[in-house]
């Protein structure tokens, strides 16, 4: 957010109500922090995400991780599994277990936790269109082990409509999309009350090219779009709003992402309080994942890319995050390798235990710069909120690919600024080596896609066709009703239905969703 203004003094905070902006970290509006002694008492979670070729291999990566520290899991799914497409279709060749770990059936997501005690670890999943499926085998998993459903921690992105906005990992429209996720906020809040049901992600929004008001705006808008479906369903909002969370990046403007996130936090808890009714403490803060910036890796000089994570690491950190994910400085190039991976970790624990940061709550707190950039961020996404409410929210803004443009356009202000060099990227426009990097790269091997459809062939060969069947033929009436459709997911699931079986029969329930053009 860069500004002609070059020095703030205690004039620019002449209009400042610490009492009514501040208050205490713990305490409403919790622009401070949503608990009193923020990590005095104890770090944010270390939670790399990781998810490649086979179960086995990812659990090997997963088992390497905690071994050296990490204090939370977070699941990488290969694009089939998140389109709802098994390993076997047409659609998945060239694809499995490319950009995450190859799950078709509950087998799979055995082989992905052996040796992990769910009761001990808590695991968040990147899954959306797909996300009531795999919950459900997490659920099975559990039970398997001996965990009780309540007792398993974690959470699931499950958040569509910015899929729609940004990402495009969606599947049914968004009448079918919605209704799963608050058949999700109302199973969970009975069978898996540990479990965030949703993390709205921001984090894909600014990846695809939008400001960090833009992330804010329509991550809250969505969010408010969630809470409306399910309050619309019959649900009362602190029976849910506890078990939502957020997701967000940290990109390189430091104080910009301090700043961000610290307005973050009031935003949602007035939102929460005075919009929708919330009167559960708990509904009103604001509890986050944040991962560092991967549109900020550059393939040109790499090594660069650890100093640049650890920048927005601390960014992350002061901004009190509630667990955190550092990018790997390979990750321009492929996916991490083992080595990169543990530096990444590295540099979380280095953040948390050497550089004395955790001893002290909000440290940029009363700043003149921060908090006048906290309150312009606050007041520029207020706006965008007030225009997407009066077009009828996300929903139809997206509908109207309103959102969608918003993004498009700055993503291409963005790129004109560092093309004509107003943007300098180290590396890449300017201070350019010709030399070449050469760092290990991570490959997947192509044998995986084989060996994963011969995988899929035996569980189908040794499960109950006739149990698969009904268990698909009652999902299918459900879904055509008005059912809560979670524990008819469950039981197909166990059955060892598939994930491309399963999501068919929702398909042809719900239909398809053709997306708008925007010009």
Known sequence: MPSDKHLWTPEDMSAFDPKAKLGQAGTYPYTRGIH??????????????????????????????????????STAFDLPTQMGLDS??????????????????????????????LSKVSTSMTINSTSSILLSMYRAVGIKQGVSPEKLRGTIQNDILKEYEARNTYIYPPAGSMRLITNIFEYC????????TISI????????????????????????????????????ID?????LSFFFVAQMDFFEEVAKFRAARRIWARLMKDKFGAKNPKSWMLRFHVQTAGSSLTQQQ???NVVRTALEALAAVLGGCQSLHTNSKDEALALPTPASALLALRTQQIIAFETGVTHVVDPFGGSYYVESLTDKIEAEVQLYLDKIDAMGGATAAIETGYIQKEIQESAYKYHQDVESNQQIVVGVNDFVDEAKDNIPIQRVDPAIETRQKEKLRQVKAKRNQNKVEASLKALDNAARGT?????????????????????????????????????
């Open 36 to 73: 009193a002694d923020m990590y005095r008492s104890k770090v944010w979670t270390m939670r790399q995400y990781a998810g490649f070729g086979s179960a086995e291999e990812t659990n090997e990566r997963f088992r390497y991780l905690l071994s050296n520290g990490q204090t939370g899991l």
């Open 88 to 117: 076997d279709d047409p659609m998945a060749e060239g694809e499995v277990g490319r950009t995450g770990v190859a799950i078709d059936t509950l087998a799979d997501m055995e082989r992905l936790f052996e040796q992990i005690d």
């Open 189 to 196: 809040a009975k069978e898996l009350p540990s479990f965030n």
């Open 201 to 236: 992600s921001g984090y894909h929004i600014r990846e695809a090219g939008a400001t960090a008001v833009q992330e804010l705006a329509f991550t809250f808008s969505n969010a408010c779009e969630y809470v409306r479906a399910a309050q619309s369903s019959g649900l009362d």
């Open 239 to 243: 029976s849910f709003a506890p078990q």
């Open 302 to 304: 790499p090594e660069n």
């Open 483 to 519: 059912e809560n459709l979670l524990p008819f997911i469950v039981e197909a699931v166990n059955e060892y239905a598939t994930v491309g079986e399963i999501s068919g029969t929702l398909k042809t329930a719900f239909g398809k969703f053709r997306p708008p053009v925007t010009l």
